[in-house]
């Protein structure tokens, strides 16, 4: 998008390793000599670690560039994967897959694979990226498989960040430091590096001038902590500003600016402090209220939406056979027919509440209520206890037998409704 803006063959800044703009500090030089003497001499467990951004990949990807064609290298780039994904993968890796059969013991495979190639002169080189994440199983074995293999044949190199010593120290014992051969570490760019390294990126781009004025040199600097990664991304970001702005140079005010306006995540520093410290809680953003009163109403809406459906289906249902008896009536009928109707249901209603006759009192003397005779349509008294045999002729048990009130309304209906 601006390399045409300014001029330039290729984009300087990128997130991807491009070993065409390497730079090398004074740490990066001296940890990438320290692997290549290494792997040429007999050393066999090789380390290196830096924070996360610090080149560690990119380093790897140089080294790997120089080896001779005698050297076989088996690059595992996530080793968080089952031990015998990983097994498979050194396999494949060193050529001899072939000979490795899934559920068979690995390390007579892979010793008997280092003899030939001693007996070629050649070596191997298994790569670990990404260290920090192996099985602790795995990093177990890395001791032993050095022991068995020929001298200057088979040599480690663990690349992790910083928790990798934390790591071996858990998994190797205390004696990990005896164990390492090399260890270098990088560190993040002063801010004279940090100059040299954005110039010569866009030196080698095609630039024909200083883009970043010391100035803003030193606000990348002061916001990146020196790490390559970020100084990538924030630089990136500010030749974008400055292409919009039509500018051939980036000064401090377009680098706050693009920080600011295109919203650039700053990755702090992990600072250790202590417990006392108590820190103030992050205040939401203003412009989240909108949303959440939103989210509200949008909830409420959805409510109100159910509830429609709801009652909508509810007066929907067709009536039930009683309440279309109930409501056979003309709308137009008199008003004396909706009176009497009335007294029915109170005469129903007073039947249901008549007390029980004096104990004295038989079933026939008890005066019967005011109701037709039953005939073989009257309601059932399925609802009513069934009497005891014994005491079925007994009178005062006869006596407190209540007729059932929903059936004698239901009678009262039918017989309405004829």
Known sequence: ???????????????????????????????????????????RLLVLTGDIGTGKTTLIHELRHGLPQTTTVAHITDPSIELHYMFRSIAQGLGF???????????????AFLSRRHQARKKCLIIIDEAHLMPERFLALLPSWAKFAPDNTLTFILAGQLELHQVMEETLGRSWKEQMDVHAMLAPLEEKQTRDYINRRLELAGATHRIFIPGAVREVHRYTKGFPRRINIACDQAMIAAYAKDMQTVDAHTFQEALGILEIPQVPLAVSQPASVSQTPPVAPRFRRPTRALSTLAAAILLVGIAYL???????????????????PDKTADMDEFLKEISIMHKADFMTRVPDPPSGLSARNTPAPEMPAPTSAAPSTSRQRDPDPESAHDPASVSTVQPDPDAIIDWLIKEKSR
């Open 1 to 43: 998008m601006y390399r045409t803006h300014f001029n330039l063959k290729k984009k300087p800044f990128q997130l991807s390793s491009d070993n065409s703009f390497l730079w090398l500090g004074d740490t990066h030089a001296r940890a990438l000599d320290l692997l290549k003497r290494g792997i040429d001499g007999p050393q």
């Open 97 to 111: 897959d072939a000979f490795y059969r899934e559920g068979e013991k690995f390390e007579p495979v892979l010793s």
């Open 310 to 328: 709801f009652y909508s289906r509810t007066l929907s249902v067709p009536p039930t056979p009683s309440e279309q008896i109930a409501a056979k």
